[in-house]
């Protein structure tokens, strides 16, 4: 199926079905007067949940108000009305019926004597009462609060643009990988590495900005990005869009990823989930939390997951292995200790250099099974990770925080790869080529921050800053061969002999055994200071040095120029203005900062790269919070990107440089998430993409980064319970689309054309405890390729249609 829209008619569509969905009213459900329930004693978090899906009901919580509470249950004939008094008993709370037949809970009243006036129960303002960010079991696409940046904010405080994906949303998409979930995400493009791994891309540059819990995290590897992560362990996952120096330091203006562990509940709880697809793909999953003492304040949570799987293509395999555990301990009134530990193990049979094309461009449209690579190829790695949270909360309004972190990597790669392009009347013209790689880094990190809020000129403000500190020591021994053997592109031999390590190293015509090291530090605050009711400005900065070199681990000579910067401000500004209640506008600038290692011909370093996000924008909160919306215009300019010096005579060596590249991105972004109408979940983002060079002499008036970020882009999916006698099925679907992405190499141009990719899903409540779902990924079978590359590499297809079944429990 060719889908093709042109640019407008696309803007078109999605303006007009945001702005539908935006205004969208309650899908009206008749109630019985009575029904039977059976609802067991037990958390009430959980016995709510129940009761709304056994009554077909829409209920909206916040977790604050019933963590810590229990239930006695129902079981009997009752009315909603009646069922909601049993299971609320003497948690003082009730549910309030709005206007849209959907229910809310709120603190209950006091029964008024005779003559007197109702009045509702004293509310005590307390820490625990900001909103809770955390997203499982809120079954909502629509995130409360996110963390990305430093304390608890919502989406409207934070002056750039910001997608969720919630427990919710990964569950029902079963996106199992971090991969998966970023590929799902509005503006967000995946790039797949020749050399393995995944790049990841935002607004047309790369993403190296990572975080766990809001900490940061340093990546270095020597070829490719070959981090991964498994979504079992995870809550959610925030991205923030554009330039976050503020939060980093250095790194590219693209986004910052925040991978939020899942942490203890303070109520028992057993999850178990089990996955069957095509391609002999098996995934299974045990999720226990709960209190570890009487009294409670001893938490913990155990995850292990195992997911093994065949690939559409021939030969290759892969089986991986997570084990997470996290304890949380109340140390006294306000303060908490939280420290975990993870390791995941990979074991696979990889397919990393893709598949050529012929030699002029042309889709050699080689079968989608095809493997070109050896049956001992293996990508083998261990990422073992240590944390520990103290923080303490003197009062409800300031939050203290400090974190350590350890992770540690461990690679073992080595695959047969080809290169070359096929001739289209010999088909020859592919070449053997072997590779090892040894790899592996030891990460540390520290972070202390102080987050909270203050009266001051009778307003209520904001103010946040930090320290940290973070260190990545890594060695690597990596040899490329080329073994002067033909390659037969329709009748691969996927039994050629593997060559010992030795050899490699011996006939390698590039690699080296290098040590690498980097080191950054940095402190920042940033101010909210409130100067109207509805008018915010927000100004901080951030001050970071940072230091990083490559030597050869045998000679100890320099592999490469160090990095080195010193006292590099990268500042941050925004103001918001709320329109009313629900919605509020914003406009912001950020800066980022990357080092970069070439010299002048005077032989200094060049300054660093410098990306500068300019954003503007609407949010809004829709339906008493159950929907987020959002819409923003955005440009990002990167200067000091280098340029080969052709006037000046070098000081050493035989190529220096000049500070005189410039690119340019901007666009569009636009996203809903959340309950739209009752039962009706619903997460969509479309990004509108300009590359273009500006001062870049080479490449001036051309596109920019077009492979990597297609110029328009869709990401949608919908899940909707069915009303009445139905309430147990729910039924998704949803589509990822983009228009042409293109790769030039010495004249030939390799391109995709527009595609789009649709998926459907169908589950049943079995019981309060059982459910199952059937899944259908790419259900029109459309052959495509994920990515492209060039005419000799680097091509790679995207998977055809797969169904998968999934159960799950939970007690």
């Given at each position: 199926m060719n889908l093709k829209l042109n640019p407008p008619a696309l803007l078109a569509i999605s303006c007009a079905v945001s702005a539908a969905l935006t205004t969208l009213p309650a899908l009206a459900q008749s109630q019985p007067a009575s029904a039977s329930y059976a609802i067991a004693a037990g958390p009430l978090s959980t016995a709510l949940n129940d009761f709304a899906v056994a009554a077909n009901i829409s209920l909206s919580t916040d977790p604050a108000q019933t963590r810590g509470l229990r239930s006695p249950g129902v079981r009997g004939l009752y009315s909603v009305a009646q069922g909601f008094?049993?299971?609320?008993?003497?948690?003082?709370?009730?549910?309030?019926?709005?206007?849209?037949?959907?229910?809310?809970?709120?603190?209950?009243?006091?029964?008024?004597?005779?003559?007197?006036?109702?009045?509702?129960?004293?509310?005590?303002?307390?820490?625990?009462?900001?909103?809770?960010?955390?997203?499982?079991?809120?079954?909502?696409?629509?995130?409360?609060?996110?963390?990305?940046?430093?304390?608890?904010?919502?989406?409207?405080?934070?002056?750039?643009?910001?997608?969720?994906?919630?427990?919710?949303?990964?569950?029902?998409?079963?996106?199992?990988?971090?991969?998966?979930?970023?590929?799902?995400?509005?503006?967000?493009?995946?790039?797949?590495?020749?050399?393995?791994?995944?790049?990841?891309?935002?607004?047309?540059?790369?993403?190296?900005?990572?975080?766990?819990?809001?900490?940061?995290?340093?990546?270095?590897?020597?070829?490719?990005?070959?981090?991964?992560?498994?979504?079992?362990?995870?809550?959610?996952?925030?991205?923030?869009?554009?330039?976050?120096?503020?939060?980093?330091?250095?790194?590219?203006?693209?986004?910052?990823?925040?991978?939020?562990?899942?942490?203890?509940?303070?109520?028992?709880?057993?999850?178990?989930?089990?996955?069957?697809?095509?391609?002999?793909?098996?995934?299974?999953?045990?999720?226990?939390?709960?209190?570890?003492?009487?009294?409670?304040?001893?938490?913990?949570?155990?995850?292990?997951?195992?997911?093994?799987?065949?690939?559409?293509?021939?030969?290759?395999?892969?089986?991986?292995?997570?084990?997470?555990?996290?304890?949380?301990?109340d140390l006294a009134p306000g303060s908490k200790l939280t420290t975990g530990a993870s390791v995941e193990k990979l074991r696979s049979t990889p397919f990393f250099s893709g598949l050529p094309l012929y030699s002029n461009g042309r889709d050699s449209k080689l079968?989608?099974?095809?493997?070109?690579?050896?049956?001992?190829?293996?990508?083998?790695?261990?990422?073992?990770?240590?944390?520990?949270e103290f923080e303490h909360r003197p009062d409800a309004d300031w939050s203290l925080k400090a974190s350590a972190n350890y992770t540690r990597e461990r690679h073992d790669v080595k695959y047969m790869f080809n290169l070359g392009a096929i001739n289209p009347v010999t088909m020859a013209g592919m070449m053997r080529y072997d590779g090892v790689f040894d790899y592996g880094t030891t990460n540390k990190g520290v972070d202390l921050s102080l987050d909270g809020k203050f009266n001051a000129f009778g307003r209520r403000?904001?103010?946040?800053?930090?320290?940290?500190?973070?260190?990545?020591?890594?060695?690597?021994?990596?040899?490329?061969?080329?073994?002067?053997?033909?390659?037969?592109?329709?009748?691969?031999?996927?039994?050629?002999?593997?060559?010992?390590?030795?050899?490699?190293?011996?006939?390698?015509?590039?690699?080296?055994?290098?040590?690498?090291?980097?080191r950054q530090t940095g402190a920042y605050g940033v101010a909210r200071i409130s100067v109207s009711e509805p008018f915010t400005v927000v100004a901080g900065a951030r001050v970071s040095n940072y230091k990083s070199s490559n030597i050869n681990r045998i000679t100890g000579a320099e592999e490469s120029d160090p990095y080195k910067e010193n006292g590099v401000v990268t500042p941050y500004g925004g103001v918001l203005y709320a329109f009313d209640p629900r919605w509020s506008g914003y406009a912001s600038v950020s800066d980022i900062f990357q080092p970069q290692n070439s010299r002048d011909a005077a032989g200094a370093l060049l300054d660093p790269l410098k990306g500068r996000n300019l954003e503007a924008g609407v949010k809004g909160e829709l339906f008493d919070g159950k929907v987020n919306a959002s819409l923003a215009v955005f440009r990002i300019e990167q200067r000091n990107r280098a340029e080969l010096d052709l006037v000046h005579t070098c000081s050493s060596g035989t190529e220096c440089y000049i500070s005189a590249g410039k690119v340019r991105s901007e666009g569009v972004d636009a996203e809903i998430s959340g309950e739209v109408a009752r039962g009706w979940q619903l997460f969509a983002?479309?990004?509108?993409?300009?590359?273009?060079?500006?001062?870049?002499?080479?490449?001036?008036?051309?596109?920019?980064?077009?492979?990597?970020?297609?110029?328009?882009?869709?990401?949608?999916?919908?899940?909707?319970?069915?009303?009445?006698?139905?309430?147990?099925?729910?039924?998704?679907?949803?589509?990822?689309?983009?228009?042409?992405?293109?790769?030039?190499?010495?004249?030939?141009?390799?391109?995709?054309?527009?595609?789009?990719?649709?998926?459907?899903?169908a589950a049943y409540q079995i019981d309060r405890n059982w459910s199952a779902s059937l899944s259908v990924t790419n259900v029109l079978d459309k052959r495509y390729y994920q990515t492209v590359g060039a005419p000799a590499w680097g091509n790679f297809y995207g998977e055809p249609r797969k169904a998968s079944l999934t159960l799950r429990a939970r007690f």
């Open positions: 008094a049993l299971l609320l008993a003497g948690s003082g709370l009730e549910a309030v019926q709005l206007a849209n037949g959907g229910y809310v809970l709120r603190q209950a009243a006091i029964a008024p004597q005779a003559g007197a006036e109702k009045t509702m129960a004293p509310v005590t303002i307390s820490a625990s009462q900001e909103r809770d960010p955390v997203s499982e079991h809120d079954n909502s696409y629509a995130a409360r609060a996110v963390t990305v940046g430093k304390g608890v904010q919502t989406l409207r405080e934070i002056a750039q643009s910001v997608s969720v994906i919630t427990r919710q949303k990964m569950d029902d998409q079963n996106l199992t990988t971090i991969d998966a979930v970023l590929a799902n995400t509005t503006g967000i493009t995946m790039y797949d590495s020749p050399m393995g791994g995944r790049y990841v891309y935002s607004r047309g540059f790369m993403v190296d900005t990572y975080q766990f819990d809001g900490v940061n995290r340093a990546m270095y590897y020597p070829q490719a990005n070959s981090f991964t992560s498994n979504t079992a362990v995870l809550d959610r996952v925030e991205v923030v869009r554009g330039a976050t120096g503020l939060l980093q330091g250095t790194g590219s203006p693209g986004a910052a990823i925040n991978m939020v562990r899942k942490r203890p509940l303070a109520d028992k709880q057993l999850q178990l989930a089990v996955t069957g697809g095509r391609w002999n793909a098996l995934r299974g999953e045990v999720d226990a939390t709960g209190p570890l003492n009487e009294s409670g304040s001893i938490r913990g949570r155990v995850v292990a997951a195992h997911d093994q799987r065949d690939f559409f293509y021939d030969v290759a395999d892969s089986r991986t292995d997570v084990l997470y555990g996290v304890l949380e301990f079968p989608r099974s095809s493997f070109i690579g050896a049956d001992w190829n293996r990508w083998n790695s261990k990422q073992t990770a240590a944390f520990a403000h904001g103010f946040s800053a930090g320290v940290n500190t973070n260190r990545l020591e890594g060695d690597s021994d990596f040899s490329l061969a080329m073994l002067n053997q033909g390659i037969n592109a329709l009748q691969p031999d996927h039994g050629v002999e593997e060559p010992s390590d030795t050899w490699l190293r011996e006939h390698s015509y590039r690699g080296a055994p290098t040590v690498t090291s980097m983002g479309y990004t509108l993409n300009n590359f273009k060079y500006l001062d870049q002499t080479s490449s001036a008036g051309l596109m920019f980064a077009s492979t990597y970020s297609p110029r328009h882009m869709l990401r949608a999916w919908s899940d909707y319970r069915l009303p009445g006698a139905l309430a147990a099925w729910s039924v998704g679907g949803g589509v990822n689309f983009q228009t042409e992405s293109s790769r030039v190499t010495q004249g030939i141009t390799v391109a995709q054309g527009a595609y789009a990719l649709w998926s459907a899903r």
